[in-house]
């Protein structure tokens, strides 16, 4: 566990403590387990990071859940570990907490992967949490899954004001027709950010599980 000041993450590391540094950041109701195939792929060549995020897995619940929030525990745990700058990856809700990441504090990141990242446009249909959901014994908090679906259903504006401020070099990844986000809302953002390469794996959401060797082709490519 990282104490980052009042957060304790849970965080797996792999790879050689010199190499380059690789932040991935996981989707909602995961945790930095989700990551374990293109993990132990990154650490031949890069130190890797796959926090909990808060809400997640063995890091702690909170008061409070938004993806600025999330933004700045992965800030500060960049700092406790002493990373000025890193590649991200981040999946899903984890692909919106990496391009927060990376348009408010470009100076961080040297890299930008993007898997299915969610657009800044209503979700549709949008979502809200059951009482059923709610009574369902789960390794994260359904008051964290509540707070992501509010700012899922109504996205704020400003967030494609932080995709144009990317300076990184960005890939993301598409999941194609078999995905429940909006493709071209998708193809919009890569638009939107000035360095950004687009690739559609027809794989649905999943990418990296569904099909692990052409996200790890695609993504070796990049960052070679």
Known sequence: MIDIGGVRLACRVAGVETAPPVVLLHALGEDGSAWAGPMRRLAAKRRVYAPDL?????????????FELMRDDVLGLLDALGLDR??????SMGAVVAYLLAGGRPERVDRLVLEEPPPPVPADPPRTLTDEERAEPAPFDWEMVAAIRRQRNDPDPAHWDLLAAIAAPTLIVAGGAASHLPQEAIARMARVIPDCRLVTVDAGHLVHEARPEEFAAHVDAFLA
């Not at 808060?54 to 938004?66: I, L, P, T, V």
């Open 54 to 66: 808060r809400g997640h897995g063995k890091s702690d619940r909170c008061a409070e859940y938004s």
């Open 86 to 91: 890193v590649t991200v990856v981040g999946h």
